[in-house]
């Protein structure tokens, strides 16, 4: 069974402060991605990475960047933390043989005060 | 912007019942997939259907692909309590299929 782990299930951070939302994926997947969601919206794509070291902007990257530094891990940075960035988020992996299935993450909610 | 937008919103029905999710989208598609989120979970991938596919089943699933209107159904039968969760509709925005939008989601509520 594929798994994706994420770092924390709740988290509750500051204003301003720096924030680290990491993933880890068991899978060897290539592809790993970031969203966020929120009543309403659905899922909308932050960021997306198809390769360690590569990275492509989803809908929504302002104020966030990533890393991916190995295959296996995919980190979401909240550079200086706002109160409209609390919300769900979800980190997903998937492998180019079969783009369209991804694996999701339990995802962390995320409190900004 | 959203691809997919789900209808309705909510849908509260008895067990037993059947369960129908309708999702449309704006452009032209290779595959729609459905997903399911229970409360607080990440999503589980469901079903997906091709863009010549009119009709797919798995299981207790029955997903239909209308292309010349941009919309397609998901039905669960005989529902359960289990199945309570929210259900989205995606699509692939790039070629390569591995960027998805979704849509808002539908919420379930199946009662026992």
């Known amino acids: 069974d594929v798994k994706v782990t994420q770092s924390s299930r709740y988290l509750v951070k500051r204003t301003g402060e720096k924030v680290f939302l990491e993933c880890v994926q068991d899978?060897?997947?290539?592809?790993m991605f970031w969203y966020r969601q929120d009543p309403g919206l659905g899922l909308r794509l932050i960021y997306f990475?198809?390769?360690?070291?590569?990275?492509e902007k989803g809908d929504i990257p302002e104020g966030y960047s990533v890393s991916r530094e190995k295959k296996e891990r995919f980190s979401l940075i909240l550079e200086s933390a706002s109160t409209n960035q609390t919300s769900m988020y979800l980190c997903?992996?998937?492998?180019?043989?079969?783009?369209?299935?991804?694996?999701f993450g339990p995802g962390t909610r995320l409190t900004v005060t | 912007s959203q691809q997919g937008e789900e209808d309705p919103q909510a849908l509260s029905i008895q067990e037993g019942e059947n369960a129908t999710m309708n999702c449309s989208y704006k452009?032209?598609?290779?595959?729609l997939q459905w997903y399911r989120q229970n409360s607080g979970r990440g999503l589980v991938h469901l079903i997906l259907?091709?863009?010549?596919?009119r009709e797919k089943h798995s299981g207790r699933l029955r997903v239909t692909l209308d292309t010349s209107k941009k919309s397609s159904s998901l039905l669960i039968t005989a529902s359960r309590a289990a199945d309570t969760a929210s259900y989205f509709c995606?699509?692939?925005?790039?070629?390569?299929?591995?960027?998805?939008?979704f849509g808002g989601g539908t919420r379930l509520m199946v009662k026992p």
């Open positions: 995606a699509t692939a925005v790039n070629n390569a299929g591995n960027m998805l939008t």
């Open positions: 259907i091709r863009s010549n596919e």
């Open positions: 997903a992996s998937s492998s180019p043989q079969v783009p369209y299935e991804q694996y």
């Open positions: 990475s198809y390769d360690v070291k590569m990275k």
């Open positions: 899978m060897d997947h290539e592809n």
């Open positions: 452009t032209s598609i290779n595959n």
